[in-house]
């Protein structure tokens, strides 16, 4: 046997290892050379180009009981968001903005990758799903200056994690914000120094005489404003000693990747905001063709949202 | 928004940097880094064994911990910001089945934190002789969104970061030999900033970074001739 080139077929270790049949034993056995050996040829273990992201699909008012909920299936990673509605008084320093509350959480049964192996994944994720969401969402959520705001209980599920979390937690929580049906002051009246409903506000919707609600809720549904992120691992390549972007990288090259770099791309301004932490340094072009791909998925994700 | 600074300075000039070297005893390595205003205290103990067995790997893992006073000044995503950006920049494949752990205290915040507490980081960890593979240099910017003239300032104040809920906040981290080279990219801001205000500020990065590394070689050599005069005064 050659042991220097790693041939050990002489051997046959396939007949000792308890290996699935249909798995490459050097995908177990070395998993990251495994992933080089397709990234040195240009391609992905998945079969996608390095530019690809996963196919995305959202599916919008799943659960009866909440304001909003969508289902983010991106790839094998699939995220439920679930947003709830209160109403309270907004804080003294911003009277006219709402407020957000984010939590993350995670089933059981949803595979460890490569970012929830690191101490304190969720909470660095709710983290940052809090920022995004405060810089876009307590200006919406004002009903009477002062007195009366809506605060939104914005509840995140993991429900299978398959890599690029960042990337799909974003993604359910826009999808569950389009689909959020806000109250306005045309459901609430003042009396008694208190707010009171004036009717159900699901039965509302449901009313013949609609054309109050529909236009508010269209008044409402214009100023939304949106965010995609972008999510890239960022690979050397050997040969030509240059830097590839893997687009949405899966739990299998999460691992294996030299830096993260993650673009926010607010939908209407196409302004963004740059996350990276990496051994690899980028240049002004890496920006450049990194600002260009996440606007191609941004325009992808119009259609979604 | 005023087109001059509350404190005389330019736009692309630096606050007075104060660096003081193995200021707490029992650390294996400490500095306390004062910008400006923005004062923190870095120490650094390790590398060591780590507590519990299972945790040990074929390379240091670097633990960031972060103490403050206003528990809203410093988030998580600022201690893996930080962790991310120290486990890259120490040869941590040297030092395997231990721990360098990286405690920073913030005495005093006026701005541009992320990049004081980096540099606090760096410091101490010279000043424990934990071996580098480079310097990284934090620059903090500061974009106007609102700004018609699109300018940028450097190394904010506190007073200058909140001033405008238009502006945004870039954090940028290059590599002290390669300063064209980006290393780590954080942004704050409402609205975000376009491609152009981005490439400015690492523009405006690549030309700050060398005078960091210059500051740091000046402490390590006032704290070298201290210390050789109190060795050898007798």
């Known amino acids: ?305 | 928004m005023s087109t001059k600074r509350r404190d005389g300075r330019s736009h692309g000039a630096l606050r007075q940097l104060t660096c003081e070297l193995s200021s707490l005893q029992r650390a294996d390595g400490s500095a306390l880094w004062k910008c400006g205003s923005t004062h923190v205290l870095g120490a650094v103990y390790g590398p060591i064994a780590p507590l519990n067995m299972a945790k040990e790997q074929e390379e240091s893992i670097v633990t960031v911990l972060i103490k403050s006073g206003k528990s809203e000044e410093v988030t998580d995503e600022h201690k893996t910001f930080l962790t991310k950006i120290l486990t890259n920049c120490i040869d941590v494949a040297k030092y395997p089945r231990t721990v360098v752990q990286v405690v920073l205290q913030i005495i005093q915040s006026d701005g541009s934190l992320v990049s004081c507490l980096l540099h606090a980081a760096v410091a101490a960890l010279m000043d424990a002789g934990v071996e580098l593979l480079y310097l990284p240099v934090a620059t903090t910017c500061l974009v106007f969104g609102s700004n018609s003239s699109n300018s940028i300032w450097l190394d904010p104040m506190a007073a200058e970061e909140e001033e405008d809920n238009d502006n945004a906040i870039v954090t940028l981290v290059n590599n002290s030999r390669q300063p064209n080279k980006v290393l780590g990219s954080h942004t704050i801001g409402t609205s975000g900033i376009s491609l152009n205000q981005f490439l400015a500020c690492q523009q405006v990065a690549t030309k700050a970074c060398p005078a960091i590394p210059a500051f740091w070689r000046l402490a390590i050599e006032q704290k070298v001739q201290r210390e050789s005069q109190t060795l050898w005064a007798n």
């Open chain 1, 1 to 305: 046997m050659d042991e220097s080139e790693g041939n050990y077929e002489a051997y046959d270790l396939k007949t000792w290892l308890d290996l699935p049949e249909s798995s490459n034993w050097i995908e177990v056995l070395d998993p990251k050379a495994h992933v080089l050996a397709y990234w040195d040829q240009s391609a992905r273990p998945d079969g996608r180009m390095f530019s690809q992201a996963r196919p995305t699909q959202t599916v919008s008012s799943l659960l009866k009981h909440s304001a909003g909920s969508a289902l983010v299936k991106q790839g094998d990673t699939k995220v439920l968001t679930a947003i709830s509605i209160e109403i309270g008084q907004p804080a003294p320093e911003f009277p006219d903005h709402g407020d957000v509350m984010v939590s993350v959480s995670s089933t059981t049964t949803s595979t460890a990758s490569a970012s929830t192996l690191q101490p304190r994944f969720y909470d660095r994720l709710q983290a940052w799903l809090q920022r995004m969401l405060d810089d876009l969402l307590p200006p919406k959520l004002n009903l009477l200056t002062g007195k009366a705001c809506i605060r939104l209980v914005v509840s995140v599920m993991i429900l299978q994690d398959a890599g690029n979390l960042m990337d799909a937690s974003l993604l359910s929580c826009m999808a569950a914000w389009k689909n959020t049906t806000l109250p306005t002051m045309d459901h609430l009246m003042e009396s008694e120094g208190r707010l009171w409903w004036k009717e159900n506000l699901m039965s509302s919707v449901s009313n013949s005489d609609t054309t109050t609600t529909t236009t508010t809720q269209s008044a409402s549904e214009q100023s939304k404003e949106y965010r995609i992120s972008l999510t890239m691992g960022i690979v050397r390549d050997a040969k030509s000693d240059s830097i590839k972007f893997l687009v949405d990288p899966s739990s299998e090259e999460e691992k294996h990747t030299d830096g993260e770099l993650t673009l926010v791309v607010e939908l209407q301004s196409r302004k963004i905001q740059v996350e990276y932490t990496g051994s690899m340094g980028l240049e002004a072009s890496d920006f450049a063709l990194a600002s260009k791909l996440a606007n191609g998925r941004a325009d992808e994700l119009v259609s979604l949202l």
